[in-house]
């Protein structure tokens, strides 16, 4: 079955560093998602992606937040300035459509020091 | 915004019985309603799911009821194995495919042998 597979899946930073977290969603898919868990937590929704603009964004996702799909497959999510409580698990998400299901990456544990 | 309400959030069976989570919901406009099962340190993977033109979905020993006039939908998981440890997570949204979930705060599940 085909994954969504994320990079790196751990991430260590300093308070004040940009990170990138990178994502190659399944081929045929056209709707994008970064969704976050911090430990222990629940999964929330963070920002979604389609036409190569955002379609929605909570309101996690604030100014130091950005997404940017580069070329055909990959979808990037930037921290400008990370702070300490954005250490958490980042999913990636992806579906071809609005009529099916969403699938999960693997995840990428990001640690703010 | 939406708001999805999980009970228990941890769960305790012996293998062979049965084990039922429960969720709410807030907007009455959600009409797709997923349920996820997370081992540890891994990606959220879909299991089933139900949408609102449906009250009863089953599948193997799992299944998913939905009553609409309460908000509020359930698992139920038959015959519990071992490997039926996990946590459990709901959400709900209001576009068929998940435009944007929204996750209650998970369930706990342990199989005790």
């Known amino acids: 079955e085909p994954e969504v597979t994320q990079t790196p899946s751990h991430q260590v930073t300093q308070m004040g560093q940009e990170v990138i977290l990178r994502c190659v969603p399944i081929s045929n898919h056209l709707y994008f998602y970064w969704y976050r868990q911090i430990l222990g937590q629940k999964v929330e929704f963070l920002v979604s992606f389609y036409n190569n603009e955002i379609s929605e964004k909570s309101e996690i996702f604030d100014d130091q937040f950005s997404v940017e799909r580069p070329d055909g497959s990959n979808f990037t999510l930037k921290i400008r300035s990370t702070k300490l409580e954005d250490s958490a698990m980042y999913f990636c998400?992806?579906?071809?459509?609005?009529?099916?299901?969403?699938?999960f990456g693997s995840g990428t544990q990001l640690s703010v020091l | 915004g939406e708001n999805v309400e999980q009970h228990p959030s941890t769960l305790s069976v012996q293998e062979g019985d049965s084990a039922v989570i429960k969720c709410t919901y807030s907007d009455s406009a959600s009409n797709y309603f997923p349920w996820y099962k997370q081992e540890l340190g891994k990606r959220p993977q879909l299991i089933i799911d139900?949408?609102?033109?449906?009250g009863e979905k089953k599948d193997q020993r799992i299944a998913v009821t939905l009553n609409k006039t309460a908000k509020h939908f359930s698992l139920h998981i038959t015959e519990t194995q071992p490997e039926d440890s996990a946590v459990y997570f709901c959400?709900?949204?209001?576009?068929?495919?998940?435009?944007?979930?929204?996750f209650g705060q998970g369930t706990r599940l342990t199989i005790n042998p």
């Open positions: 998400a992806s579906m071809r459509s609005t009529n099916e299901k969403l699938f």
């Open positions: 959400a709900a949204s209001k576009f068929i495919g998940a435009q944007k979930l929204v």
């Open positions: 139900i949408r609102s033109n449906v």
